[in-house]
């Protein structure tokens, strides 16, 4: 009984690890068949991401070699530029690239091209500007003991056309017009009309005389005596706005013509013309010229081309400025005729009859080159003559936009010539003082007139002249020398004094 007993039990031991060992296998079957079914879908979708990607069949490899390969180069060159940036301007191959004016190929301390200071390397070393010591890093040159420059780029002083030109404006001004209190549509009040029709408008933020009978007209300005009141001494000057474009943006809106002719009493003859001609189009422009003899009868004609080939192929060598206000003179002095434009003066007569007044005419395209800003001025005597009689300088040549203190380029002219007087003298000092007339309020002419007065300053100290030797002063309209209550008083009031300290 016992031996059927451990049989039964032996066989039931038997069926039960059959029955696991089934469990087992079915599981590690079932295993095999889940593997191979993720394996299959992953060959799947790996297929179709390549077929995607552009890769099939065996290329796949070797396009991610060559893909990784050229990722391994562009990571490569990167990390060499960070390097190279890192390490700061002449590290490689020694050169440097201005950061002024962006030359490469800078060898030595300073810009071949405009010669800015070499920077310095980002590693917060610096070289010595004065024994040329590399590496320091303190406030001194570890070598010579001089101080780390600051690195701000020092300003070279400006040098216009107007500092070098030799035009002298008129002492005392005897008609002014900037129409800047002229209403919008009405005829300049202070001028008489003698030929087709004129009207105040505005162009570039400026008030200005505009021709609206198809661009012609004459006027000349309402005096006291019509046709004798240019002295035997005087200058001209007015500004235009050169126009390169019509209001629809086109470049093509025909030609102008400004004249300036001079008459001469009691024959009310023509003495002497000049003529301004400029074609919008392609930039073309010409400035002519003409003069009678003293004696009469013989003529000299002339004229100069302002735009250089007449297609504004090189503006920086042309005297006129594209879409921006120009600025004209003339010059008489008793026979002496000279014409100026931007400060250059492109014609000389040294013989020519005395005018006694001018008409002002133009022909063109209305709205896109008008007048503006005209002075007429007895006389020039010489600064350093007018300081020693009275122990100052008045001047009416240095002038500001309306309303502002910005120097006008024109300006440039007595400033130098100031600078030349105190170069000269190195013991004349001056307080410069600038005044006004009577209009607007008393607080905004003081605030005014002081800005002026520091903006000469500031501008003698760029062309060189010791800080030291000038005192800015505002006087608002506080001392004026005319009537307030005329144009021609207001004109005088409006004055620049250097007095001698």
Not at 166 to 177: A, N, R
Not at 243 to 267: A, C, H, M, R, W
Not at 280 to 288: A, E, I, Q, R, Y
Request: net charge negative; hydrophobic share 30%; proline share 4%.
């Amino acid at each position: 009984m016992k031996k059927l007993v451990l049989l039964v039990m032996a066989l039931l031991l038997v069926c039960s690890g059959a029955y696991a060992q089934g469990n087992v296998l079915n599981r590690l079957k079932n295993r095999v068949k889940n593997a191979a079914e993720q394996n299959i879908g992953n060959k799947v979708e790996k297929g179709v991401n390549d077929v995607l990607d552009g890769k099939l069949g065996n290329k796949t490899d070797k396009n991610n070699k060559q893909d990784e390969e050229q990722l391994r180069e562009e990571n490569r060159a990167r990390a060499e530029e960070i390097k190279r940036q890192s390490q700061g301007p002449g590290q490689n191959d020694g050169t440097w690239t201005c950061p002024e004016c962006g030359h490469e190929g800078n060898t030595g301390k300073f810009c071949e091209e405009c010669g800015a200071k070499r920077p310095e390397k980002s590693d917060g070393t610096w070289t010595c500007p004065e024994c040329g010591h590399e590496g320091n890093t303190g406030k001194f040159c570890a070598e010579c003991g001089a101080p780390k420059p600051d690195g701000q780029k020092k300003e070279k002083p400006t040098e216009t056309a107007y500092a070098k030109s030799d035009f002298v404006p008129g002492d005392e001004i005897f008609f002014e017009d900037d129409f800047a209190n002229e209403q919008l549509g009405e005829f300049p009040s202070r001028w008489d009309l003698l030929d087709g029709y004129a009207e105040i408008v505005s162009i570039a933020g400026r008030k200005c005389i505009g021709f609206t009978d198809d661009g012609r007209g004459s006027i000349k300005p309402l005096m006291e005596e019509p046709k004798n009141f240019l002295p035997d001494v005087f200058t001209l000057e007015f500004d235009s706005f050169i126009n390169g474009k019509n209001e629809l943006g086109d470049s093509e809106v025909g030609e102008e013509n400004i004249y300036i002719t001079l008459f001469s009493q009691p024959l009310n003859e023509e003495v002497g013309r000049f003529h301004f001609w400029w074609r919008t189009g392609d930039g073309g422009s010409t400035v002519n010229w003409a003069a009678m003899n003293p004696s009469g009868g013989n003529w000299v004609y002339g004229d100069k081309d302002l735009s250089v080939g007449h297609d504004g192929s090189d503006e920086s060598k042309s005297f006129l400025k594209l879409n921006d206000w120009n600025h004209f003179a003339i010059s008489f002095n008793k026979r002496a005729y000279k014409i100026y434009v931007n400060g250059s003066r492109v014609a000389s007569i040294p013989n020519m009859a005395v005018p006694t007044w001018f008409e002002l005419s133009h022909q063109g395209a209305y709205k896109y080159s008008t007048i503006s800003n005209i002075r007429l001025a007895k006389g020039a005597v010489p600064l350093y003559e007018r300081l020693m009689n009275s122990g100052k300088i008045v001047t009416y040549a240095i002038t500001f936009d309306v309303g502002k203190a910005t120097l006008k380029p024109e300006a440039d002219v007595e400033i130098n010539r100031i600078k030349g007087i105190m170069e000269q003298d190195p013991s004349i000092n001056f307080e410069v003082q600038g005044h006004c007339d009577n209009t607007g309020s008393a607080a905004v002419n003081d605030k005014l007139s002081q800005q002026r007065a520091d903006a000469i300053v500031a501008r003698l100290v760029e062309f060189g002249i010791d800080a030291s030797r000038l005192t800015a002063v505002g006087k608002g309209a506080h001392e004026p020398i005319a009537d307030n209550g005329t144009d021609e008083g207001r004109a005088k009031n409006r004055r620049v004094e250097f007095v001698k300290k």
